[in-house]
């Protein structure tokens, strides 16, 4: 039986495509066994692709598929708890191979159709009626392990109950957010969303806006990717957009909006000459010789591409997104009337078709904003124009008001959300108006704003917030950009720490912003340096690792609740913590060397530790110091969570999560465990110095890597600094030494290093480019 406790089990993939491949390394990886049908050796060329393309969390996740045809091995469904067709999105093939199957499948087995808007009720079709109550629609989001939407698509005549338990399971076990939609022609996603791609497309090509403007004013302008619309269309395929627009038309006739839409001769010239976007290499834009071209629209040739002129102030980007979208309204012509048409129709859109395709505001809202990474969805995105918004959509040609507008003005009401004595509400229309209703989330889906807005801030300060979780747990959150580290948010989190001591049974260590903490703010670095400021930078230093022993020796547990990037300082406060729960997309790492730097916040005397403190007396602790050596020298971070663990950033006894909206409830409950079984601290104990014996051995692999030319000059000073920090210093032989003694040495290379003009030089790469510079 599927269900959100069910680790394990046997899936049965149907389809060897994109997204049946994908499904397939998503269930290898959460560790389920995965039989891949397709047509001939299809299946076996497909394992092959996900092997070197990277699907999976760990290598050797792929052998949990074995490949298959469905000639031979179709009665491989007889085993399996859940079958999965993903093949042509045709109805026709579809409803064959089902009959096919119904006559082998386990009667107790969950059976569903992957599909971004065919009819999940006219496949049902095709099973006896025993099974239809076991068949549901699935649709997954490529690439299926990374997007975390699942659109979960019921008929009438499914089991409640299993829709229930798989939402547990896809919820739990697979990382999804699950999103029920009706049964109707694209669902929620692809029944906007298409329309939002092909209109703004359409009016562009209209309004004579080129790609690269367009792109860019609705692209993070907007809260959006940076793909915009014509780099979009070049990913999701013309002919695919072509393909749904036609199947949209042909089954939803009385859609003023779908039948308005015609597409201009631009698109289908480009089909015709088999320029389909980037699976052809061309498209709007094509690739030629490490270079991207534009399409003109005029002479359907391409033209080198240029940087949109527009006429926005620069300063623009930095306002709220609000106040973003009502300044864009205004743009002058043609630009305006491009983005009014652009943007609001899609918004229209949205609100005139929310009651036929989803059940509530908020779902149709999450399935836009996690199936496209939008910032807003539909009806958040009406809310940030307020009555501007509104009053640009008059001036549109429509029909008519779109309905859920409608009902929001008969009601008498303004907004979808609000807020009403500490309670989120939303807009629930009811026929012709409606009122607002509690917007409620799953207990495990801790939203940190929400508990502010409930008035749970224990204590505020200008980076950071300490909030109350409940069961005497307290969460500390960073709030700084990118949650970078700085001397006052530092010196907050001890006063938290020392509160948490105090007033709780423990505390998590995380937040929802993009990452958990991208380091120490380099630019502060940069000025300390550049004013040659050398006792403020040690002051900084000795925080941190005062930070690092604090956490660790704290008389209550710190759980660190990982997402994203925890890299630099940010992991110098992970890696004390009690315990870790990191998500599994979570990329860990000391990456301080690609910036002339060493790990000095405590990072290089806890890495040492952890490699020397469970060591047998007689075991040469060289093998152990080298992989963590190698790890700090070369800068190395985890692709993901499982990686950590190889790296020795995560410990054995650290969790993973698989649900990032999850992630602090199960952190909290770790705090919780920890806490009930008498949590204790570990005691100060010295570290192993292997001294200069230890030191030469670490540094002969860099005088071979020297001598080869793989690494320069200053890649080798950075790693003799690293291999003195580890190795103890100036020490003889092997002797156990207090953590001060090494903290004192980090904090001296470091700073060695900052008077060096090719570290300088490396922090102003990182910062001018994002990307590390080999010197």
């Not at 699942?150 to 739990?172: G, M, N, Q, S």
């Not at 527009?310 to 009337?337: K, S, T, V």
Request: hydrophobic share 45%.
């Amino acid at each position: 039986m599927v269900n959100g406790n069910r680790r394990k089990g046997h899936a049965v993939v149907l389809g060897a495509g994109t997204m049946g491949s994908g499904i397939a390394a998503l269930l290898a990886s959460v560790g389920w066994r995965v039989s891949l049908l397709d047509v001939g050796e299809v299946a076996f060329h497909a394992l092959e692709k996900l092997q070197q393309t990277g699907a999976f969390y760990q290598p050797d996740d792929a052998s949990l598929i074995t490949p298959g045809n469905v000639d031979s091995h179709l009665d491989w469904v007889e085993s399996a708890d859940w079958v999965v067709e993903a093949i042509i999105e045709r109805i026709e093939p579809k409803r064959e191979l089902w009959a096919r199957v119904a006559k082998r499948v386990n009667p107790e087995a969950v059976l569903s159709s992957n599909t971004s808007g065919l009819g999940i009720a006219e496949i049902a079709e095709a099973l006896p009626p025993a099974l239809r109550s076991r068949f549901l629609g699935t649709h997954f989001f490529n690439p299926p392990r990374v997007m975390r939407l699942l659109e979960l698509i019921p008929t009438a005549e499914t089991d409640p109950d299993l829709t229930v338990r798989f939402t547990a399971f896809a919820e739990r076990l697979l990382g999804k957010r699950v999103v029920l939609a009706k049964d109707r022609p694209g669902f929620i996603t692809t029944r906007i969303g298409i329309y939002a791609l092909l209109r703004a497309l359409t009016s562009a090509i209209q309004y004579g806006i080129t790609p690269e403007e367009a792109d860019l004013l609705l692209g993070p302008l907007v809260g959006r990717p940076r793909s915009g619309v014509f780099r979009l269309a070049d990913l999701v395929g013309l002919d695919v957009a072509h393909n749904i627009l036609r199947n949209q038309k042909e089954r939803l006739g009385e859609d003023w909006y779908v039948q308005s839409l015609e597409l201009p001769p631009v698109w289908h010239a480009l089909i015709e000459s088999g320029r389909l976007g980037e699976k052809t290499g061309a498209g709007f834009y094509k690739r030629e010789e490490g270079t991207i071209l534009t399409l003109d629209f005029e002479t359907l040739r391409y033209r080198p591409r240029r940087e949109a002129q527009l006429p926005i102030d620069p300063a623009l980007a930095a306002a709220p997104l609000p106040e973003r979208l009502q300044r864009l309204l205004q743009l002058p012509e043609p630009y305006g009337a491009f983005f009014r048409e652009a943007f609001l129709m899609p918004l229209a859109y949205g609100a005139e078709v929310m009651p036929e395709v989803a059940y509530d505001i908020p779902s149709l809202d999450m399935a836009m904003r996690l199936g496209y990474n939008w910032e807003l969805g539909i009806f958040e995105s009406w809310d940030a124009l307020g009555e501007a918004g509104r009053e640009a959509l008059a001036q549109l040609a429509l029909p008519k008001e779109p309905r859920t507008l409608t009902a929001l003005r008969n009601a008498g009401l303004t907004s979808f959300y609000t807020t009403r004595d500490t309670t989120r509400v939303y807009f629930e229309p009811h026929e012709d108006e409606g009122d607002y209703v509690p917007l409620t989330t799953p207990h495990f889906f801790i939203q940190l704003d929400d508990l502010a807005r409930a008035g749970k801030v224990i204590e505020e300060h200008a980076e950071a917030r300490l909030i109350d979780l409940g069961d005497d747990v307290a969460c500390l959150e960073f709030r700084t950009k990118a949650n970078v580290l700085t001397p006052s948010l530092m010196r907050f989190i001890h006063h938290a720490l020392e509160r948490a001591e105090r007033e709780f049974a423990g505390l998590v260590m995380g937040n929802q912003g993009r990452m958990f903490s991208a380091g120490f703010n380099l630019n502060l670095f940069l000025e300390y340096i550049d004013t040659e400021d050398w006792q403020g930078l040690d002051e900084g230093l000795r925080l941190l690792q005062g930070l690092n022993h604090r956490i660790r020796t704290c008389g209550v547990p710190i759980v660190a609740a990982v997402h994203g990037y925890a890299l630099g300082g940010g992991l110098e406060l992970v890696l004390p913590c009690a315990h870790v729960h990191a998500h599994v997309d979570a990329s860990l790492g000391l990456p301080e060397a690609l910036v002339g730097l060493i790990p000095a916040g405590g990072g290089t005397t806890l890495m040492t530790r952890r490699a020397l403190e469970h060591l047998p007396p007689d075991d040469d602790p060289l093998p152990h110091l080298r992989a963590v050596f190698q790890t700090l020298a070369f800068g190395k971070r985890s692709s993901n969570a499982f990686d950590a663990y190889a790296l020795g950033f995560l410990r054995p006894h650290d969790t993973l999560c698989w649900n990032i909206d999850r992630l602090l409830y199960e952190a909290k409950q770790h705090v919780l465990a920890l806490s009930r079984a008498g949590y204790r601290p570990p005691r100060p104990t010295p570290i192993l110095a292997v001294g200069e014996n230890g030191f030469a051995r670490l540094m002969m692999e860099v005088h071979w890597a020297h001598q080869a030319g793989q690494i320069s000059d200053h890649d080798r000073l950075i790693a003799e600094k690293i291999a003195f920090v580890m190795t103890g210093g100036e020490v003889r032989s092997s002797v156990p030494l207090p953590e001060e003694h090494f903290h004192a040495l980090e904090r001296e290379a470091f700073l060695a290093l900052c008077r060096t003009e090719k570290t300088r030089a490396r922090i102003r790469h990182m910062l001018d480019t994002g990307k590390p510079l080999r010197n």
